[in-house]
């Protein structure tokens, strides 16, 4: 069974910074891209950045490109999601997935709130 486990979430003043994981488990993760998708209230869903199988490939939407680094450690079938000069406007539940394989394949989701 497919499973991805996210944490790292919070409330953060703006302008400050969190470290987003997910645990895979279940697949071969080393043999997937992976991504981060957000949905903030109200909102469907956004992509957020995809990565290669090696880590060695990246790529953003443009509303997080150079605030945000994503990167995978294999060897802990572990996904991370680096979030800079955070503002407002990332307030979203943030979510691991398999690229490519709809909502099915999401975690559960980590809370992030921007706000002071």
């Known amino acids: 069974e497919v499973q991805l486990v996210e944490s790292g979430g919070g409330l953060v003043q703006p302008g400050g910074s969190l470290r987003l994981s997910c645990a895979a488990s279940?697949?071969?993760?080393?043999?997937?891209?992976m991504s981060w998708v957000r949905q903030a209230p109200g909102k469907g869903p956004e992509w957020v950045s995809n990565?290669?199988?090696?880590?060695?490939?990246?790529n953003y939407a443009d509303s997080v490109n150079g605030r945000f680094t994503i990167s995978r450690d294999n060897a802990k079938n572990t996904l991370y999601l680096q979030m800079l000069s955070l503002s407002p406007e990332d307030t979203a539940m943030y979510y691991c997935?398999?690229?490519?394989?709809?909502?099915?394949?999401w975690g559960q989701g980590t809370q992030v709130t921007v706000s002071s």
């Open positions: 990565i290669n199988l090696s880590g060695g490939a990246t």
């Open positions: 997935a398999i690229s490519d394989y709809g909502p099915n394949f």
């Open positions: 279940g697949f071969a993760f080393n043999t997937y891209w």
